[in-house]
């Protein structure tokens, strides 16, 4: 029944896709194969495990063409989206909110394609059963602006509750949340690995959320790839080889997820191997023809509008903000 | 004359999605391929020459006319390769007089150390390819690297002799352009036939 759904779901974009071709003629490469604009490339580094794919696309990405390809170190989230604003990288993968919040805000970003689903756990304590139950609760989180807090934020205006006054929120970066709620001093926690892994491994709570399997969030990617506007605007081939590099990338982490995770251990963007392996197990990677970009940024524009994060409706955040021309001819030339 | 066809396809794919809600059609995807638009072109192939089974040389620019189908496996591999390569074999079983005639496999072996022509012989004929339409090809080490690089496929052989490796396999048409990457074993052999056919009728 679920592969009918998949096959359906990806016959429906087709349809669409064919639809489009008849209303504009035979679709015209927004970036033919032509000579690199450039050969040097900027990316993000975040110490994230699901981010993995932009970690191993190094020898993908000579293949294309790029020989100068740079790791910025950045803090996942806001931080990173803002590394973008600046121009101190060209490109990085993120969870969606963090990118849409700025483009609200009329921010030079460009999302250009989906990556993958997952991978968010809310643990909570005993008594604690579901998203509601978070009433009256205290939940920590890095900062007011991270994406656990704009994401639980979206969860629990979704749900009915006022997350402003419902929630007591707990910030705290040291120690961090996650041991916070080790420690029993908070009731709940949204972790991002490798944090779950490491609260499953402890025997720590238990998880009342997983955005990998539960309605409506796992239909909707989690990280999606975004360059800076005028990089895109300015070098639609390098942008267009870099997105077939991250997602050819990305069947990596399917087929060699054990050689995926000691590479991304040994080169110290996360430290334990087993919860790398199991982080790249679950996640999935292979399903990200399955799901839709500009469904994924409609839906957290509007939790993030109901939130009271963003004012502008999703048709002007995928109006300024999202360029969808790339992945599209993707789709076509890589399938799978 | 757009405005009425696009009425007229949005006329169908509602048909067709109203038949489907009553139907629970399980081809749907044949009838979308009806409705797609051509492979893109995505660029020239990289061109390449390497050993057969036979011991041959065998280029790619051989095949120009005919529909190539380049994937790479190795012998020894236990993971993805004794899925693919039945995979195709049973492809080419389904393309019958088309194949090697109109169709042509080549499968690079990316252990070119181990695989040589007599090894790839055996590994043919034990899923039984039919040599008239599919090639097992090796070659130097630094070759083979140079054309996975250039295919987009990454490999990595390990001490043990295990070879990390994607799995991606190519379509190039009659003239020589590579026009569609199938990602690793899991991919649906219908589409990939369909697509293998599609590019014949181009010509």
Redesign the interface.
């Known amino acids: 029944m679920a592969q009918?759904a998949l096959?359906?779901r990806?016959?429906?974009a087709?349809?669409s896709?064919?639809?489009g071709?008849?209303?504009i003629?035979?679709?015209q490469?927004v970036a033919r194969?032509g000579r690199l604009e450039t050969t040097s490339i900027r990316i993000a580094k975040i110490a994230g495990i699901c981010v993995a794919p932009q970690y191993v696309a190094d020898?993908?990405l000579?293949?294309?063409g790029f020989t100068d390809i740079r790791y910025v170190a950045a803090d996942a989230g806001a931080p990173a989206a803002r590394a973008l604003v600046r121009g101190d990288i060209d490109f990085t993968a993120n969870f969606s909110p963090p990118l849409i919040i700025p483009i609200d805000a009329g921010e030079p970003i460009t999302i250009l394609a989906g990556e993958h689903v997952g991978c968010f756990e809310l643990f909570a304590r005993e008594g604690i059963r579901s998203i509601p139950d978070l009433k009256g609760r205290t939940v920590g989180v890095q900062g007011l602006g991270s994406s656990q807090y704009t994401f639980l934020s979206g969860m629990a205006a979704y749900v009915g509750l006022d997350p402003a006054k419902d929630i007591r929120w707990v910030t705290s970066s040291s120690p961090k949340p996650m041991e916070l709620f080790a420690d029993g001093k908070i009731d709940a926690f949204l972790g991002f690995p490798p944090e779950p892994q490491e609260l499953r491994a402890r025997g720590i709570g238990h998880v009342i959320f997983n955005s990998t399997t539960d309605r409506p969030w796992s239909q909707y990617f989690c990280c999606m790839l975004a360059g800076h506007r005028d990089f895109v605007r300015g070098n639609p081939v390098a942008t267009k080889r870099f997105l077939?590099?991250i997602i050819?990338?990305t069947?990596?982490c399917?087929?060699?997820p054990e050689?995926v995770a000691r590479k991304i251990v040994d080169a110290g963007f996360t430290p334990r191997y087993d919860y790398a392996l199991s982080t790249l197990k679950e996640i999935p990677y292979?399903r990200w023809q399955d799901y839709d970009s500009e469904d994924t940024v409609r839906f957290y524009s509007l939790r993030l509008r109901e939130a009271g994060f963003i004012k502008a409706t999703p048709t002007k955040i995928l109006a300024e903000g999202t360029d969808w021309r790339f992945v599209n001819?993707l789709r076509?030339?890589?399938?799978? | 004359m757009r405005a009425g066809l696009a009425l007229a396809i949005c006329a169908l794919v509602i048909a067709i999605l109203s038949w489907l809600s009553l139907t629970n059609a399980p081809d749907e995807v044949a009838l979308l391929a009806s409705l797609e638009t051509p492979l893109p072109k995505i660029a020239p192939a990289p061109g390449f020459t390497l050993t057969s089974q036979d011991g041959s040389q065998v280029s790619l620019a051989d095949f120009r006319g005919k529909v190539v189908a380049v994937s790479f496996i190795y012998t020894r591999c236990t993971a993805t390769c004794p899925v693919l390569t039945p995979m195709l074999s049973m492809v080419q079983r389904q393309l019958g007089s088309d194949f090697g005639r109109k169709i042509i496999f080549i499968s690079v072996t990316l252990d070119a150390e181990r695989d040589t022509p007599k090894v790839l012989k055996l590994y043919a004929r034990a899923y039984g390819a039919d040599p008239r339409g599919w090639a097992f090809l090796t070659g130097s080490p630094p070759v083979i690297q140079d054309i996975t690089r250039r295919y987009g496929v990454f490999a990595l052989k390990k001490e043990s002799g295990e070879v990390n490796h994607s799995s991606l396999t190519s379509i190039v048409d009659q003239d020589g352009f590579l026009r569609v990457q199938y990602f690793g074993v899991r991919f649906d052999p219908g589409e990939f036939r369909r697509d293998l056919l599609s590019l014949v009728k181009e010509h």
């Open positions: 009918f096959r359906r990806r016959f429906l087709g349809l896709a064919a639809a071709a008849s209303l003629g035979r679709p490469a194969d020898e993908l000579r293949a294309e077939r590099a050819k990338a069947d990596l399917v087929t060699q050689w292979a001819e076509r030339e890589l399938k799978g």
